[in-house]
C-alpha cells in the first residue's frame, strides 16, 4: 500500500526534470498523477511513462501557469479527469539569466511570471478544493538562489518570493487542514542546468564535477532527491510542518 493511494496529484512543468522526477515519484506511490506543461503534447508524453499502480490514472494537461484561466481550467479538468485534488506541486519555471545592467523588462517579467504568479494562480485554483474538503498539500520549489546569484536578480527575487508566499499559505490554510512548503533546491542534474553549461561554454561532465565540489557531500543531486523530499512533505508524516523552506543542496550553503 502507497502513501499516496487513492490521492491526486497535480505537478507543474514536470515533463521533464525534477518535476517528472517527482511526478514519477508520486506514481510510484499509488497517487493519480495529473502532469502539467506548457506544451500539452509533452505533457501528454511525459503522463504515459509515468509507473502507475493500482488502477491509478495519468493525464497531461497543456497550461501556462502564468495565465489565471489556463490554470483554472487545468485544476478543473484535473479534478473532472481524476476525480479530485489532493497535491499541488508548483514547479514549473523558467531562466533569463543577465546581470542587472543586461536585463530587460521582458527577462524580469517571463521569470516573475512563471514562478511566481504561476504559483499564486495554480495555489488559488486550487485552494478552493482543499479549503472544502479540509485537507491538502502544497509544494513550492524555490532554489538556493534565492539566498542571491550573480546574474539572476529576477531569479532570486522570484524564488525568496516563493518563500514569503509559502510561509503566508501557511499562517492562512493550516486551520484548513492544508500544509505549505517550499523546497529549495541546489544544483540538480537536468536539462536546464547542462544547457547552462553549454551556454558558459563548459562541458557538463566539467560543469557538474564542479558543482559537487562545492558543496560538504561532493556530488550533484538528482531529480530523485527533490522528488523524495516532495514526497515526505506532501504525505501525511509531515501534517505538523508547515511553512517551512527545506533546502535540499549538499549542504552547499552551510560555509
Known amino acids: ?104 523588462d521582458d527577462d524580469w517579467d517571463m521569470v516573475m511570471n512563471v514562478h511566481l504568479r504561476g504559483a499564486f494562480l495554480m495555489t488559488r485554483a486550487a485552494q478552493k478544493h482543499f479549503v472544502a474538503q479540509k485537507y491538502g498539500k502544497i509544494v513550492n520549489l524555490s532554489s538556493v538562489s534565492a539566498l542571491g546569484n550573480r546574474g539572476q536578480a529576477n531569479y532570486s527575487a522570484a524564488k525568496m518570493g516563493v518563500q514569503g508566499f509559502t510561509r503566508t499559505l501557511g499562517i492562512e490554510l493550516g486551520r484548513y487542514g492544508v500544509n505549505a512548503n517550499a523546497i529549495a533546491p541546489g544544483f540538480i542534474a537536468t536539462e536546464m542546468t547542462d544547457a547552462t553549461a553549454a551556454r558558459l561554454g563548459v562541458g557538463v561532465e566539467e560543469f557538474r564535477a564542479a558543482a559537487a565540489e562545492a558543496n560538504p557531500v561532493k556530488r550533484v543531486g538528482y531529480p530523485e532527491d527533490i522528488a523524495a523530499a516532495a514526497a515526505f512533505l506532501c504525505s501525511d508524516e509531515a501534517s505538523y510542518i508547515t511553512g517551512q523552506t527545506l533546502y535540499v543542496d549538499g549542504g552547499a550553503k552551510l560555509g
Open 1 to 104: 500500500m502507497g502513501r499516496f493511494d487513492g490521492r491526486v496529484a497535480v505537478v507543474t512543468g514536470a515533463a521533464r526534470g525534477i518535476g517528472f522526477g517527482t511526478a514519477t515519484r508520486f506514481a510510484e506511490e499509488g497517487a493519480s498523477v495529473a502532469v502539467l506543461d506548457l506544451d500539452e503534447a509533452s505533457a501528454a508524453e511525459a503522463a504515459a511513462k509515468l509507473p502507475l499502480v493500482d488502477g491509478a490514472k495519468s493525464v497531461g494537461i497543456g497550461c501556462d501557469v502564468s495565465d489565471t484561466e489556463s490554470a483554472e481550467a487545468a485544476v478543473e479538468r484535473v479534478v473532472a479527469e481524476l476525480g479530485g485534488i489532493h497535491i499541488l506541486v508548483n514547479n514549473a519555471g523558467v531562466t533569463r539569466d543577465n546581470l542587472l545592467f543586461k536585463m530587460t
